[in-house]
């Protein structure tokens, strides 16, 4: 998700993504914990955009 996407989501929507993207990275970390994911970047990427969300939610909250 880039940094575009994250900017024209409505807070209330942003919010609910960051909750359904976290409970994501949570399920890929135990699968790969058990067996490895054919993509393991995947992790990565998941946990920058879980950044990205929450950094925009601070400065929406900072800018009220």
């Keep these: 998700m880039k940094i575009k996407e994250v900017r024209e989501l409505a807070t209330k929507d942003l919010a609910e993504k960051l909750e359904a993207t976290e409970e994501v990275l949570h399920q890929m970390k135990l699968n790969h914990s058990v067996t490895p ?28």
Excluded at 38 to 63: G, H, V, W, Y
């Design 37 to 64: 994911l054919e993509n393991p970047s995947q992790i990565k990427a998941t946990r920058r955009d879980i950044a990205r969300m929450k950094t925009e939610l601070r400065q929406r909250e900072l800018n009220k």
